[in-house]
């Protein structure tokens, strides 16, 4: 694997973790008695996703990590769906869709 | 479900994405200022740098409120709301850090607006959050 490789593989990892911390949230919110265990899960995720990323900028630059950190947006609606049993209509897939790439767009160095 | 979004809820959607382009904007001016070396006196040092602490403030803040937009709506319809700060926090460093905006930014925020206006036209299960 090259270099830059490793760096958007550790940035997709990011992604996945984000979407993991963000169902741990969502659920502090549906379990009322393990409210504070949900939280510290995905609290937790976020250190670990933060030394993960600055990691995967030692490979990569920031203009380059910064599209690929808006996969999160896909990756927390298949998790919302799957282990939320949120409706993710097709609507909501295009609006995700648009949001992915004029992130990436605003990431284009001139 | 509905399409219709509380004001509550719009308040909390504002205040997140408010709050993450302050904590974006404040990190990068913090990591400016700090050393380059990764020594322990330097992170005793950066430990001390108030623009951090800031951070870290702002940091609580918004886990807290993001808790209470989770609280009341859908997490697949709430989070990519918050993409709004990418433009957000460009805007800011337009006005106030001299970054320049060209077509592909341009193109890029109409992308996101686009996108944040579909998800708004979706059924979600949102309502006023509990006081």
Known sequence: ?110 | MSRKVPVSLIVRLVLAVVLDTAVQVQWKLAAARLPGSLSVSALVEAAHEPLLLVVAVLFAWQLFNWLQVLESSDLSFSQPITSLSFVSVLAVSVIWLGETLDAAKIGGIALVFAGVWFISRTEHDSRAPAQ
């Open chain 1, 1 to 110: 694997m090259t270099p830059a490789a490793v760096g958007i593989a550790l940035v997709i990892t990011c992604g996945a973790m984000e979407g993991v911390a963000q169902i741990f949230f969502k659920k502090s919110a549906l379990d009322a008695p393990r409210k504070a265990l949900w939280v510290g899960a995905g609290v937790a995720v976020f250190v670990v996703q933060a030394v993960v990323y600055t990691g995967a900028l030692q490979f990569v630059e920031v203009s380059t990590a910064l599209p690929v950190t808006s996969i999160s947006f896909a990756i927390v609606a298949i998790l919302s769906q799957r282990f939320l049993g949120e409706p993710v209509s097709g609507t909501r897939w295009t609006g995700i869709a648009l949001i992915v790439a004029g992130v990436a767009l605003l990431s284009v160095q001139a």
